[in-house]
């Protein structure tokens, strides 16, 4: 029986995932479905929750008009120190 990962670890995937595509470049944004699928994360509700952590934490922000995520500050440094 596998067990659902918690918000956190989806994301710290994420935000792992989207350093790598954006190779710890600041300012550079991705679409949120690319990332989700490098991260393997694939259901729609753990994309959300993932999106949600993530933010809350500080670590991304989305963009306002398209389906589109960006690390931040923090975020860069925390995947840094992954």
Known sequence: MSSMPDDLE?????VAALFKA???RPGHFRHIDDVA???GIEADADVERALRAAE???FLVTHA???MAMLTEEGLDAARSG
């Not at 989806?10 to 994420?14: E, K, M, N, P, Q």
């Open 10 to 14: 989806l994301a710290a995937r994420f």
């Open 22 to 24: 954006t190779h710890g």
């Open 37 to 39: 699928a490098w991260a």
């Open 56 to 58: 809350s934490a500080g």
């Open 65 to 67: 008009h398209k389906p």
